[in-house]
């Protein structure tokens, strides 16, 4: 038993910090998380985002003390008990979760690794078997005779990773797990086309028939006199989509090629809401403007807000009359970059660098360290 006794411990310990880490690593993910949870079970009053992202910090914390708790067998008798009622209550929340699907991911593992709902209730149901024999053999566990060990080792563990969640939020995620992390290619992969169908319609019978371009019997004189061409439909399924990005004006017209694909540099600020961005971070990005547009490069903005939103952030904060705006949608903006507003730079589709506006850089710093002369 005493060898079951510890493997609980220290699996257990490992997962709860593997998932903190992750977690942890990016606060605003997680608490982007706890809304969509709230949302979906319709008390999305009861957590605005400041809220929700007290709570994601407070939770990766006490993930990651349970973790460390058990890691080095510090007041595991105490803490034993947290620990067995969190794994109670995660258990039947992801079988409802599991059943219903309010949600499609937990973000137990934030951007690590996605579980379905199914394999997250599997997955803590292996755990909390393991979570009951830490419980029940609590009193077994024989913490180090070193005076104040528990203490010293949770206390310095806390503010450690409160330190560590912290600067994740005011800064970029140290570590980042998503599809628009700097060096990654976001043009579209190959191994896959793009399907014209062409539906002609007999002159006759009014009878439709769809044909897959080129293979229709173009070059015979008699069917081409009977049929004409009235639709077509395309297909890019075959196609493997690096993002889900869709770049637009305020008229619609999609421009995301233009921008994603540019063979020369181009900076894109992200705001996902004009309404909640630091504005006085938009100081930096007019000079920063102002430097790309004398050298010939391309820099937009991209918000989900609505256009009437953009008019009524123009009429408050100074801004270019040149620089431009273009809208996405919200959701995207949030994963591409943990700011609002938050800088990218790109070129030929190749993500080269990020900022938050915590750390906006000259355009003289950015010059050097990222463009070629």
Request: with cysteine.
């Amino acid at each position: 038993m005493k060898y079951l006794r510890n493997f609980s411990r220290l699996f257990v310990g490992l997962v709860f910090i593997f998932s903190a880490f992750v977690k942890g690593v990016d606060p605003l993910g997680t608490a982007y998380r706890i809304d969509d949870y709230f949302l979906a079970y319709g008390l999305e009053w009861a957590l605005p985002l400041p809220l929700s992202l007290t709570l994601s910090v407070v939770l990766c914390t006490l993930e990651f003390v349970l973790g460390i708790s058990l890691l080095f067998n510090a007041w595991i008798k105490r803490l034993s008990w947290i620990l067995f009622i969190l794994m109670i209550y995660f258990t039947i929340l992801t079988f409802v979760d599991a059943i219903w699907e309010p949600v499609p991911d937990c973000g137990c593992f934030g951007d690590v690794v996605t579980l379905t709902n199914w394999e997250t209730f599997y997955k803590n149901i292996v755990l909390i078997v393991f979570t009951a024999i830490i419980f029940f053999q609590r009193r077994k566990y024989r913490p180090p005779r070193i005076p104040a060990y528990g203490l010293t080792v949770l206390l310095f563990f806390t503010i450690a990773f409160a330190g560590f969640t912290r600067y994740n939020l005011n800064h970029l995620p140290v570590i980042d797990f998503r599809n628009w992390k700097v060096g990654n290619n976001m043009n579209p992969e190959d191994g896959g086309e793009v399907k014209v169908y062409l539906v002609f319609r007999n002159t006759e019978s009014g009878e439709l028939k769809e044909y897959l371009s080129p293979d229709y019997p173009w070059q015979d004189s008699v069917w081409m006199a009977k049929w004409e061409f009235v639709d077509q439909r395309i297909d890019d399924t075959e196609l493997v989509h690096s993002h889900d990005l869709i770049i637009h004006n305020a008229g619609g017209e999609d421009h995301t090629a233009n921008f994603i694909g540019n063979p020369d540099y181009q900076f894109l600020l992200i705001a996902d809401d004009l309404r909640k961005s630091r504005v006085k971070a938009f100081e930096t990005v007019d000079r920063l403007f102002h430097e790309a547009e004398i050298q010939g490069i391309s820099f937009i903005v991209i918000t989900g807000s609505l256009p009437a939103d953009v008019e009524a952030f123009r009429s408050r904060v100074p801004l270019n009359p040149h620089l431009e705006f273009y809208y996405a949608d919200d959701t995207v903006l949030k994963a591409m970059i943990r700011a609002n507003p938050g800088l990218m730079l790109m070129k030929d589709g190749i993500v080269l660098a990020k900022w938050h506006y915590n750390d906006f850089p000259s355009f003289r710093e950015i010059r050097e360290k990222h463009m070629n002369h």
